[in-house]
């Protein structure tokens, strides 16, 4: 473990809601020496070896959290990252959890690819859940035909300043929508709703 890069970083919690209530969180990467920056380009700098290590510490974290707090978490990863290496340390991580509490979200920085749909499915098998980032991004269309032909009960987030309502209907026919930005519908009481206009992103979260 590289202890010196993990102090370089820290995990918020954003708030995810179903009908006003807390249902779950996101875990989010953010910098030490900039509160209000979000690392993504200085994550995607470093070698692919130290973005897998700080992975595994970011489910590793989830993972004590879940069991404090006893609800589903989220976090990032990038589809290139899955080898039977981390399949292997997430889905043990599941083992001592309540299924699917512990869940991966695919980033959309690529689309997952043979033998990535592969540690998917093994994954879900194994008690993690699924969630497939912005299908409305660069590679989200890749991800929504991703979503089509494997038969896994998916989160599916879709930010609301890049979709239009008409998309809805379809995704929830494939899994749970999590409505994402300002643009979200608030008053909706079908979809998760993660949003700033019903909470901000919290340094620890609560039961």
Same mark, same amino acid.
């Given at each position: ?8 970083? /820290?995990?918020?919690?954003?708030? @995810? ?9 996101? &875990? ?9 920056? +979000?690392? /993504?380009?200085?994550? $995607? ?7 897998? *290590?700080?992975?595994?510490?970011? &489910? ?5 959290? !879940?069991?404090?707090?006893? =609800?589903?978490?989220? +976090? ?7 080898? =039977? @290496?981390? %399949? ?14 512990? %869940?991966?979200?695919?980033? *959309?920085?690529?689309?997952?690819? #043979?033998? $990535?749909? $592969? ?8 008690? %993690? ?5 912005? %299908? ?9 035909? +991703? !979503? @089509?032909?494997?038969? !896994? ?9 890049? &979709? #239009?309502?008409?998309?809805?209907? /379809?995704?929830? *026919? ?9 643009? &979200?519908? !608030?008053?909706?009481? @079908?979809?998760?709703? $993660? ?13």
């Amino acid at each position: 473990m590289n202890s010196h890069l993990y102090r370089d970083y /820290y995990l918020v919690y954003q708030p @995810e809601f179903w009908r006003g209530n807390i249902v779950s969180y996101e &875990a989010l990467l953010r910098k030490t020496s900039c509160e209000h920056c +979000f690392p /993504y380009h200085d994550f $995607q700098q470093l070698s692919k070896e130290r973005q897998k *290590e700080l992975t595994e510490y970011i &489910a590793e974290h989830v993972y004590w959290v !879940i069991q404090d707090i006893e =609800k589903p978490i989220s +976090f990032n990863v990038s589809p290139s990252f899955l080898d =039977k @290496e981390m %399949v292997g340390y997430i889905t043990t991580l599941s083992t001592y959890l309540p299924p699917y509490t512990l %869940v991966m979200e695919i980033i *959309e920085d690529s689309p997952p690819q #043979s033998p $990535q749909e $592969q540690y998917i499915q093994s994954l879900y098998q194994g008690g %993690v859940g699924i969630r497939i980032d912005d %299908v409305t991004d660069q590679y989200g269309w890749d991800n929504l035909r +991703f !979503i @089509e032909h494997i038969n !896994i009960g998916f989160d599916i987030k879709v930010n609301m300043q890049n &979709a #239009s309502q008409d998309l809805l209907p /379809y995704l929830r *026919e494939h899994g749970t929508v999590i409505q994402e930005g300002d643009k &979200a519908d !608030i008053t909706n009481t @079908e979809d998760i709703i $993660q949003s700033f206009q019903l909470g901000k992103s919290v340094t620890y979260p609560n039961k």
